[in-house]
């Protein structure tokens, strides 16, 4: 049970922001909000983590609900390379320590 | 940066042969996982390591053993690959502490089975 709901694919225009949603509506108190994600052929790659605050990297921007249940990925300004499958996930194994990935939303970045 | 490789990108190997596939990672990371990816099914995890010589089993170990005689290094092994093991691996790190969720993945060997 991956605990979270993305939106199967979504576009965006080169040079925009794209606003990536995902519900966790049983997000429990301690869980963090990870943001991966994967490229064509290639591993995974994070992007943004947080618990309940707004946190911002060199990649992206989290925006997190004030009850948590649902929080936005935010790539600023999107290029071709963005385009990509975007991952949010909540939850993690406690005894082996996996990711437990959902399906993930379909980024098409076009020109 | 954190830097985490696979050997290999793509193999061909045949049914019945024995296959390695290294993973090193260059950040003194006391974690390290094998998953494979197949369409639909997602990531599974194979195996994991929590230290020099330490190995838990993942979701799917049949088939798979592995390897960790370093830090850096974590191998995966098939020990007679089969059809059904064609599939990309991943291999994760990942410290302990309070970054402990943050993977870091390799590129992913593409492996096929013939």
């Known amino acids: 049970d991956a605990k979270t709901t993305q939106p199967t694919s979504m576009d965006c225009a080169e040079g925009r922001a794209a606003n990536l949603p995902c519900n966790h509506s049983?997000?429990?108190?301690?869980?963090?909000v990870y943001w991966y994600r994967q490229i064509h052929s290639q591993g995974p790659q994070y992007i943004i983590h947080?618990?309940?605050n707004n946190e911002t990297n060199e990649m992206a921007s989290l925006i997190i609900t004030e009850d948590r249940k649902s929080s936005t990925l935010i790539l600023p300004h999107a290029t071709l390379r963005d385009t990509a499958v975007y991952y949010c996930?909540?939850?993690?194994?406690?005894?082996?320590?996996?990711?437990?990935f959902g399906q993930g939303t379909t980024l098409q970045v076009k020109p | 940066d954190v830097k985490v490789t696979q050997s290999s990108r793509y193999l061909v190997k045949r049914t019945g042969e024995k296959v390695f596939l290294e993973c090193v990672q260059d950040m003194d990371h006391e974690n390290m996982f094998w998953y494979r990816q197949d369409p639909g099914l997602g990531l599974r995890l194979i195996y994991f390591?929590?230290?020099?010589?330490?190995?838990e089993k993942g979701d799917i170990p049949e088939g798979y053993s592995v390897s960790r005689e370093k830090k850096e290094r974590f191998s995966l092994i098939l020990e007679s690959a089969s059809t059904n093991q064609t599939s990309m691996y991943l291999c994760?790190?990942?410290?302990?502490?309070?970054?402990?969720?943050?993977?870091?993945f390799g590129a992913g060997t593409r492996l096929s089975v013939l």
């Open positions: 049983t997000i429990s108190g301690n869980e963090y």
């Open positions: 996930i909540v939850r993690v194994s406690s005894n082996t320590g996996k990711l437990i």
């Open positions: 947080g618990l309940k």
């Open positions: 994760a790190s990942t410290s302990g502490g309070a970054r402990k969720n943050i993977q870091y």
């Open positions: 390591s929590y230290d020099v010589k330490m190995k």
